[in-house]
Nanobody, 128 residues
Framework: QGQLAESGGGLVQTGDSLRGDCAEG????????RCWFGKAPGKEGELVSA????????YYADSVRGRFAISRDPAKNSMYLQMNSLKSEDTADYYC?????????????????????WGQGTQVTVSS
C-alpha cells in the first residue's frame, strides 16, 4: 500500500473552478473510504467531502454541497474533487485521506483510527 499524492490546487478568483486529484500508489486500500479534508489558516480542519470506495456513496459538508463533486476511479486508484463556484472561504490546504469508518456511521471518521493515511496536501487559494 503506497502513498497518496494530491495535485490540482492553485490560485483562482471567486467563482472559478478547480479539480483536485488524488493518486494512490501501490495496492488499493479496499476497506478504506476516501476523504478530502480541508485545513484553512487559523481554523480547525474539517471533513469537506468523502466517498465510499466500493459503492461511490458521497458525503458533503454543508458549506460545499451543491458546488463540489467528489468521485473516484478504482481502476486508476484515484479520487477527484471538482470544486465549482469557489468562494474565498474555500481557501485551505486540501488533504486526500484514506480513512476507516466508525461503527456508528460510514461517514464518521472522528475516532482514534479514523483518518489514517494522509497525502501531503494541495493548496487552494481563492481571491475575491
Amino acid at each position: 500500500q503506497g502513498q497518496l499524492a494530491e495535485s490540482g490546487g492553485g490560485l483562482v478568483q471567486t467563482g472559478d473552478s478547480l479539480r483536485g486529484d488524488c493518486a494512490e500508489g501501490g495496492r488499493t486500500r479496499e476497506t478504506y473510504e476516501r476523504c478530502w479534508f480541508g485545513k484553512a489558516p487559523g481554523k480547525e480542519g474539517e471533513l469537506v467531502s468523502a466517498i465510499t470506495w466500493r459503492r461511490g456513496s458521497a458525503y458533503y459538508a454543508d458549506s460545499v454541497r451543491g458546488r463540489f463533486a467528489i468521485s473516484r476511479d478504482p481502476a486508476k486508484n484515484s479520487m477527484y474533487l471538482q470544486m465549482n463556484s469557489l468562494k474565498s472561504e474555500d481557501t485551505a490546504d486540501y488533504y486526500c485521506v484514506a480513512a476507516r469508518s466508525s461503527d456508528s456511521s460510514i461517514f464518521d471518521f472522528e475516532w482514534a483510527g479514523g483518518y489514517e493515511y494522509w497525502g501531503q496536501g494541495t493548496q487552494v487559494t481563492v481571491s475575491s
